[in-house]
């Protein structure tokens, strides 16, 4: 089954029409299907239940519930012994959101060490992501390098898959900047335009202090077309905020009103983390040498 056009709307955000691409298969039993219908659905806070007495149905369904509580204990026992990928996948998710990201990563290569191959483009972009999250920027770029090398050809409909791995890689690296790195969102915000393609590249014309782009493309998810797409502005509203507050620290002036803003949307976004870590860590010396 070609599954190239769902993936390529899931990966650049759009994933009201990855669901329209699913649903033209919905007489048949897949769990690539599956799996990114799940993920849609999640995405978008639409999900309930798969209805399905399947191990990926079921371990859907557990997901969403670890999604409320935080609470990991049924999720692992369903994933226990479970040689699906796309189990694996949902599990060092969780593992991830809750910051346990040595437990995910074991749990990523349990799964890139198996035979099965269903689901392991994907498995090494959560691989990728989770070491850059966990500053384990060596180990991301060996996963990437090890599977680009043992499958060299790895199918069209996973291209996207491992293009944005290695985007992720050099963004967080400071490689390709201005050149594939740049060219690759520059693309996707022409053949995919979305809320997701769009902060893509504005992260790296601010990586680049382009100024006067990264404000042109702040206006533009500002505008009345982008805010009309209710869902996608709800869930990628506080990364915009987190790249206004950079761009406006970048123009010299105060972002103290934006980081409040982006406090009250969502508190748990790495931004707000990673401001009040250092505002401790500020605190301690203060106090050390006062």
């Not at 769990?31 to 371990?59: H, P, R, W």
């Not at 959101?97 to 099965?116: H, M, P, Q, R, Y």
């Not at 805010?227 to 502005?233: P, R, T, V």
Request: net charge negative; charged share 25%; aromatic share 10%.
């Amino acid at each position: 089954m070609d599954y190239f056009t769902i993936k390529q709307q899931y990966y650049t955000g759009n994933f009201e029409q990855a669901l329209q691409e699913v649903a033209k298969h919905n007489k048949v039993q897949d769990d690539t299907l599956l799996f990114y219908k799940g993920k849609c659905l999640v995405a978008l806070g639409k999900y309930e239940s798969m209805g399905e007495d399947d191990i990926l149905s079921n371990a859907f369904d557990k997901y969403a519930a670890f999604l409320s509580s935080k609470k990991l204990n049924e999720l692992e026992q369903i994933s226990s012994g479970i040689g699906s990928l796309y189990v694996l996948n949902l599990l060092a998710s969780a593992q991830a959101i809750n910051g346990d990201f040595d437990a995910a990563l074991k749990t990523c290569n349990v799964g890139l060490d198996s035979e099965e191959e269903h689901g392991r483009s994907e498995l090494v972009l959560l691989t990728v992501q989770i070491a850059l999250l966990d500053k384990q920027y060596s180990m991301a770029s060996a996963v990437l390098q090890h599977h680009a090398s043992t499958r060299e050809n790895y199918s069209n409909d996973d291209e996207i898959i491992i293009n944005l791995a290695e985007s992720y890689v050099n963004f967080a690296t400071g490689k390709e900047v201005t050149g594939s790195n740049f060219y690759f969102y520059e693309e996707l915000c022409q053949t995919f335009p979305s809320w997701k393609t769009q902060l893509g590249l504005l992260c790296l014309h601010l990586q680049q202090s382009h100024i006067p782009e990264a404000q042109s493309i702040i206006e533009l998810l500002e505008s009345e077309y982008y805010q009309q797409q209710a869902e996608y502005a709800r869930i990628y509203t506080p990364d915009l905020l987190a790249n206004k507050i950079t761009l406006t620290i970048m123009q010299g002036e105060k972002a103290d009103d934006l980081r409040s803003e982006l406090r009250d949307l969502k508190p748990e976004h790495p931004l707000c983390r990673d401001y009040q870590a250092n505002n401790v860590k500020f605190d301690e010396i203060v106090a050390r040498y006062a």
